[in-house]
């Protein structure tokens, strides 16, 4: 079992930033590859970002490509997701996901494990 806690969001003004963060503990963190997702109210949960189990490759979805950074670290057990350049249509609650393969993905129905979510609000 993996256990995924989400922290960082808020509320914040178009142009503003965020770090969230993922907080994991129970099997080994560090051979997981790492997901973010996100879901709008009336909408399906979607792909924002991944990263490989050593941090090594990274991939976005082009609406936030360019604005927000994935990374890792695996002595600390977390994963972050740096937002840049929020706007409005950023707003959702935000998860991170853990997929046990060596693999990265980029759709809900790869991961395993998934944590609570964190709110995120862009007012314009």
């Known amino acids: 079992q993996v256990q995924l806690v989400e922290s960082g969001g808020g509320l914040v003004q178009a142009g503003g930033s965020l770090r969230l963060s993922c907080a994991a503990s129970?099997?080994?963190?560090?051979?997981?590859?790492m997901g973010w997702f996100r879901q709008a109210p009336g909408k399906e949960r979607e792909f924002v970002a991944a990263i490989s189990w050593s941090g090594g490759s990274t991939y976005y979805a082009d609406s936030v490509k360019g604005r927000f950074t994935i990374s890792r670290d695996n002595a600390k057990n977390t994963a972050y997701l740096q937002m840049n350049s929020l706007k409005p249509e950023d707003t959702a609650v935000y998860y991170c996901a853990a997929r046990v393969s060596r693999t990265i993905a980029t759709t809900t129905r790869d991961y395993d494990y998934w944590g609570q979510g964190t709110q995120v609000t862009v007012s314009s």
């Open positions: 129970g099997r080994t963190f560090s051979n997981y590859p």
